[in-house]
């Protein structure tokens, strides 16, 4: 015969077992426990995990103690059935922008996202921010005020030529300007209107300028590669006087760059020059 204490802890579990439907349990090892010391069996039990109006607050950590403490694996088969999955762990992202790095570093390190906001408020270079530059921040936890002041210093669009407008000032750097009598000399070729002007490097008196409206033809001087030619000098014929020669400085280490600024910028703003070799 069962004794008082025994039936009275059974008698509880049926009734709360009974008025399960009508009112959501949250099932743990406890309970589960608890029912299981007051008699009662296991397909009452696993009634009771199934129940959808109960939820199972238990882990897969929880079965190991479920079953040391003697549930039957019908029981532990049917929590197994109820447990949640786990949520996925997120991938870590690297931006694209690896300044981020170094800006998230700050927020986490405690400092407050209106005094990072500011700081990047009073950065001078901007940010370009990608998909995934903002997945990397939204999954850092950086909040939207940092984001909208980082967008806010996005990078300004690129100046766009006006073509056969002469620009107010341009300046082309690494050339050395050509001379049979001397050596090669080095400066600049800086656009200013319709004007050209040298600025010899090493003799300021050797500075000199033109105007593109006294130009008889422009062309580059190019040698044979494969797959296509290597262009590095750059050729000014003047109308019945000079002749002017520019090569890239960095002729000899393969480069051209400097030479091929100078062609785009002038048939951006002055598409009237007759460009091509003096026998074309």
């Not at 007051?38 to 199934?50: E, F, T, W, Y």
């Amino acid at each position: 015969m069962k004794s008082p204490i025994r039936y009275s802890l059974f008698s509880v579990f049926c009734l709360a077992l009974a008025a399960a439907p009508a009112h959501a349990e949250v099932l743990t090892v406890n309970s589960i426990l608890t029912a299981q010391k007051a008699g009662a069996r296991s397909d009452g039990i696993v009634a009771m995990v199934n129940d959808p109006s109960n939820t199972v607050g238990m882990s897969a950590g929880d079965l190991v103690t479920l079953r040391d403490a003697g549930v039957s694996e019908k029981v532990i088969t049917a929590v197994w059935a109820r447990v949640p999955a786990p949520a996925p762990t997120p991938v870590p992202l690297t931006p694209d922008d690896a300044r981020l790095v170094d800006l998230v570093r700050l927020i986490k390190s405690g400092i407050s996202e209106s005094i990072v906001a500011e700081q990047v408020k009073r950065d001078g270079r901007p940010y370009d921010l990608s998909v995934n530059d903002l997945l990397y921040l939204k999954q850092n936890g950086v909040g939207e005020s940092t984001i909208g002041a980082l967008m806010a210093k996005g990078a300004a669009a690129p100046e766009v030529p006006v073509a056969g407008v002469a620009p107010e000032s341009m300046s082309f750097d690494d050339l050395v300007m050509k001379s049979t009598m001397k050596r090669d000399r080095p400066g600049r070729l800086v656009m200013h209107g319709d004007s050209l002007a040298w600025s010899d490097a090493n003799d300021p008196e050797r500075n000199f300028e033109f105007k593109t409206t006294g130009l008889e033809k422009v062309w580059f001087t190019c040698q044979a590669r494969t797959p296509e030619s290597f262009c590095y000098q750059i050729n000014f014929q003047v109308v019945k006087g000079a002749h002017y020669q520019f090569q890239d400085r960095n002729r000899e280490s393969g480069s051209n760059a400097a030479v091929l600024k100078v062609m785009a910028a002038l048939r951006t703003h002055f598409p009237q020059i007759v460009y091509g070799s003096p026998k074309s």
